[in-house]
């Protein structure tokens, strides 16, 4: 148990679906981070939250939506997603600092229609 | 350059045997790295932290070579239960950035 939940953790939806994903963290830290994961690809950065406000957007399309109302709580509102958007989506948190390890959730497995 | 790179593999190794992963990454100013562990439609887990000096935790060991850029994980007798995605991964100390990157992994098997 890494104190980091996801729900839901399995999502199908179809294109014109709106639909969210819930991430809350247990574990007192500051930052919170929304990663993408497709098949046979590494891990890649979405977006970081540190004390609520969002310190990095890398480049997401604006399909994909995050928000982050305390600390404790990430949430990524997914509207008209592709077939190309079907992935694991997981959530992680620190403390916050440069050199903390982060702890991941188990993650949405996400498939587009 | 990738900022962050493995060999994929897969390694296959019989249990028993002592197989070792290297990384190299770009950024010559990364202050922390790591190795986490996936094991297949799970999430990553951290192994264990890397240090400067080197650093062991039961079977397995870590070392880092800042000259080089080079960071290695040994394991030691190696049990079925090691099979997973090894993923090498480091802080990149960008003004304001908090995010660690992560290389793409490195897939062991261990067969009986």
């Known amino acids: 148990e890494t104190g980091v939940t996801q729900t839901p953790r399995h999502l199908v939806m179809g294109m014109t679906n709106k639909k969210s994903l819930k991430c809350e963290q247990h574990?007192?830290?500051?930052?919170m981070y929304w990663y993408k994961q497709s098949a046979k690809k590494p891990l890649e950065l979405m977006f970081v939250?540190?004390?609520?406000?969002?310190?990095e957007n890398n480049s997401v399309p604006s399909r994909f939506s995050p928000e982050c109302p305390n600390s404790s709580h990430l949430f990524l509102h997914l509207h008209t997603l592709q077939p190309e958007d079907s992935a694991l989506y997981l959530c992680?948190?620190?403390?916050?600092?440069?050199?903390?390890?982060?702890?991941f959730g188990p993650g949405t497995r996400l498939t587009v229609l | 350059r990738k900022e962050v790179e493995q060999d994929p593999g897969p390694f296959n190794v019989p249990e028993g045997a002592t197989v070792a992963f290297n990384c190299t990454y770009s950024?010559?100013?990364?202050?922390?790295f790591f190795w986490y562990r996936q094991d297949c439609r799970k999430e990553p887990k951290l192994l264990m932290s890397?240090?400067?000096s080197g650093n062991e935790d039961g079977r397995f060991t870590a070392q880092l070579n800042r000259a080089s850029q080079y960071i290695s994980l040994l394991i030691r007798d190696s049990k079925l239960s090691d099979s997973a995605t090894y993923l090498c991964?480091?802080?990149?100390?960008?003004?304001?950035?908090?995010?660690?990157?992560f290389g793409s992994g490195t897939r062991l098997q261990v067969q009986p």
């Open positions: 992680a948190s620190s403390s916050g600092l440069v050199t903390d390890t982060q702890y």
């Open positions: 574990l007192g830290h500051n930052a």
């Open positions: 939250y540190n004390f609520k406000e969002q310190t």
């Open positions: 950024n010559s100013a990364s202050q922390s």
């Open positions: 890397v240090y400067s």
């Open positions: 991964v480091v802080n990149n100390p960008t003004t304001g950035r908090r995010a660690l990157t």
